[in-house]
């Protein structure tokens, strides 16, 4: 009897770990099958869209597109909209009707006066510089807008250090730019685009949305294929797969693979930049231009 008496516990402590382990591998196999069902759930919300055949006629030169169409935004959405575009809302520039190399900002014309340094003296590490840029055109005329796209920074190659200065755009063709003059290097105030190339780079966002592209690589095996992603997609014969965001909303469309399926995506990148401007858009885009340059060092 005493024998017996001490092996009923321990029969009993055996079949409940065994209970335990076949529980514990119940809720694994669940929660595996549960990642199964949520990843095909997700396969299948990838849709593969046939858009209409459209015809091989080029629309005539000047037709704005409206490919691009997205959802409505909410009340919320559209506020936040708002802010968004107000903290980067950037001053009137001449109207494309108008435009005009000869009277775009230039570089050579334009003037630059240095404030003095607040106490008298040499410039020392740690002061704050100010210097004074009024725009001129080709013509030599004074500019009475602003608009045009000036960087301030103070650079050290030597170093591999940079800091930005802050411009201020007057609207009246006068800049101020404030330099922290932080270590010893070169003090810059580089023109990047004129105002006038802000109004031509306007109106290509709006005609080409897609001007920036970007590309999805799919494989399945060894074969594997790239394609074309953005937000907008231009109209063509081409399938396309649909990545749009089920809950929020946020659409993603890429051209789908000749051979593969919408589900083999496995990577994604920035693609290029569509060069399509006319020639005569060029001649505001010439590369950055120096307006002021000189070196900070230790008095």
Not at 232 to 259: A, D, I
Request: glycine share 8%; charged share 20%.
């Amino acid at each position: 009897m005493g024998v017996q008496n001490f092996f009923v516990p321990i029969r009993r402590k055996t079949c409940g770990c065994i209970l335990l382990v076949l529980a514990v591998f119940v809720l694994l196999l669940m929660v595996y099958v549960m990642d199964i069902l949520e990843f095909h759930n997700k396969v299948n919300n990838t849709k593969i869209i046939h858009p209409p055949t459209i015809s091989n006629v080029t629309p005539p030169a000047g037709v704005w597109y409206n490919f691009c169409k997205l959802k409505p935004l909410s009340p919320k959405e559209a506020f936040e909209e708002d802010l968004l575009l107000q903290s980067i809302a950037w001053p009137d520039t001449p109207p494309l009707q108008s435009l005009s190399l000869r009277k775009s900002s230039d570089p050579a014309h334009s003037t630059f006066t240095i404030l003095g340094r607040m106490g008298g003296g040499q410039w020392q590490i740690g002061d704050k510089m100010e210097v004074i840029i009024k725009m001129y055109d080709f013509q030599g005329r004074p500019k009475n807008c602003g608009g045009d796209v000036i960087v301030a920074r103070l650079h050290n190659p030597a170093l591999g250090a940079g800091v930005a200065g802050k411009v201020v755009d007057h609207l009246n063709g006068s800049y101020s730019a404030v330099f922290s003059l932080l270590w010893e290097g070169s003090a810059q105030v580089i023109l990047v685009h004129p105002s006038e190339a802000v109004t031509v780079l306007g109106r290509l966002t709006r005609e080409q949305p897609d001007r920036v592209f970007f590309k999805s690589q799919f494989r399945s095996g060894r074969v594997t294929e790239t394609t074309t992603c953005n937000v907008c997609l231009r109209p063509s014969r081409q399938p396309v797969c649909n990545y749009t965001e089920l809950h929020t909303g946020q659409q993603w469309f890429c051209y789908k693979p000749e051979k593969l399926s919408c589900d083999a995506r496995i990577s994604h990148s920035r693609g290029d930049l569509h060069k399509t401007s006319p020639p005569w858009r060029t001649s505001c885009f010439k590369g950055m231009h120096y307006l002021f340059c000189m070196s900070v060092v230790r008095g």
